[in-house]
């Protein structure tokens, strides 16, 4: 658009009648507007092109001498398209998608919450939570600024695992003893060991040491707690099989002596009966 200052007449008192706006650059851009007027809009311009405009008064008696305007670089408007992204997981960063119609690159910032812009444009957490993200494009000479968008991306807090390092005995048995291990999430907290409730009667469990009290499978539960980035992590369990102690019965001495009476007994049983043969 190109504005001026219109006169009501010419030096001699001859009313205006029009204004005739032409780019120097390009004479076939041109607008014209009722004497009155004191603006008109030239239309076909090319974007991030410099132009200057001649505007010329006209009445009854003919055109007046151009004013010749300063140059102008005409700017397209543009929009940038920023779909609401999904819910993200805390400790893991994530690349935001928008596009300028344009077709210029937008950028992002963060505009509150526990998260923060990397120079590659992901955005990593600091912290689960809701963060606001702005997505923009300050266009360029043939584009003006686009109008930022704004969405707000929540993380939720991050899964835990646990893993026993452990390996379950297979020779356990009753009055024996098992230090159990495992390794769990992030978090920080320890990972903690139980007995099943199941498991009551077969062992029992003080910290980290299991000892079997009875025949039977002793089922041991491992969990880990949560914070506020971590979530609480899955319990596991891990089953070992107690076996009775076998025993051998040691024979007492009164045991011994019958045994040994039994044996003379039978001993002389046998003499006896070789020497009557013999007669």
Do not use: E
């Amino acid at each position: 658009t190109v504005s001026w200052t219109p006169l009501a007449a010419d030096a001699y008192g001859t009313p205006i009648t029009a204004y005739v706006v032409t780019a120097v650059q390009d004479g076939s851009k041109t607008c014209t507007t009722a004497g009155t007027g004191s603006s008109c809009t030239v239309a076909g311009l090319t974007n991030g092109t410099n132009y200057s405009f001649n505007v010329v008064a006209t009445n009854i008696v003919g055109p007046s001498q151009p004013a010749v305007t300063n140059f102008v670089t005409p700017k397209g408007a543009q929009t940038i398209d920023f779909q609401q992204p999904p819910a993200q997981v805390f400790g893991t960063p994530f690349m935001p998608q928008a596009t300028a119609s344009s077709g210029l690159p937008v950028s992002f910032s963060v505009d509150s919450g526990p998260c923060q812009a990397l120079p590659s444009g992901a955005i990593d957490w600091t912290a689960a939570g809701a963060c606001a993200i702005r997505a923009s494009q300050a266009g360029n000479t043939a584009f003006s600024a686009a109008v930022d968008v704004v969405r707000t991306v929540t993380a939720s807090k991050a899964p835990q695992t646990i893993s026993f390092t452990s390996t379950a005995p297979s020779n356990a048995q009753v009055g024996g003893t098992y230090p159990v291990a495992a390794t769990g999430g992030a978090s920080g907290n320890v990972v903690t060991f139980t007995v099943d409730a199941a498991s009551a009667p077969i062992c029992s469990i003080s910290g980290s040491q299991v000892r079997f009290t009875a025949a039977g499978a002793c089922t041991i539960n491992a969990n880990q707690l949560g914070n506020a980035n971590y979530a609480d992590a899955t319990q596991v369990q891990q089953t070992v099989r107690v076996a009775a102690v076998v025993t051998t019965a040691i024979p007492t001495l009164g045991q011994w002596a019958l045994m040994l009476l039994s044996v003379a007994l039978a001993f002389f049983a046998g003499v006896g009966l070789r020497r009557a043969h013999a007669s």
